[in-house]
């Protein structure tokens, strides 16, 4: 009982490293860092979401009436249409390229973050196993939310059937997992814990930004990737291994991308 209640208390209530502490000028330079990186990216993605989600609900038409799609045409054109998805991934990856390089130039490598290969068969099993925490309570969440009106009908592709649409979808999965858990976990609980800030408001720092850039998908949406974020971002801070988490995550949307592409119309709850 005693070692459950301290293993309880350890992911409850962590307590995070030892750093040292920034003087004035550091710390305003790291808390305006992190908001103009955020302002260009995930942040502006967020109240983009928000303001997508106000006007769905000032619409007469029902929330659960109204479809999202996550991986959609950007061109008529085939070839362009190639080229303008590829572009949006590349983009992507830079964000993260950014968050990675601004902890480089901080002192903190990737190591500093979980992003090295020291453990690759522990990180490929903790990320599967992430996946199936996340993926199949996830997938509950979004069929209730959406049942009761709180949730768009998303859908993950409507990209058309092209020779690449396969592997664009892959490859804009992985983009958005590395995006998204370098920034929103690595970058961002790092530059938090630099700043003194308790681990368990970084959390919820963490988990309500990355809920909000979802809420174009509906309420289910906001809820489902925020409860996401405080799973991950737990998981790094008690582990400091980001490689699972992007994995996980890149593993998530190559199931929904390409499920939902491979799939359309044959299952309830993929419309075609």
Known sequence: ??????????WTRPVGPVVAPLVPRERRLLRTELVVVFAVTLGLSGVRSLVSLLDALASPVRLDERRVAIDESLARNPWADLAAQLASSFALVAWGALGLYLLVRAGAGPRAVGLDGRRPGRDA?????????IGIPGLGLYLATRAVGLNTTVIPSLLGEQWWTVPVLIVSACANAWAEEVLV?????HGLRRLGVSENRALAISAVLRGSYHLYQGFGG????LLMGLVFGRYWQRTGRLWPLVGAHALLDVVAFVGSALLRGALPFLPA
Do not use: E, I, P, S
């Open 1 to 10: 009982m005693a070692a459950a209640r301290d293993l309880w208390r350890g």
């Open 222 to 225: 906001g809820l489902g990737n």
């Open 125 to 133: 099993l903790a990320a599967v196993g992430l996946a199936a925490l």
């Open 185 to 189: 976990v690595g970058y961002l609980l």
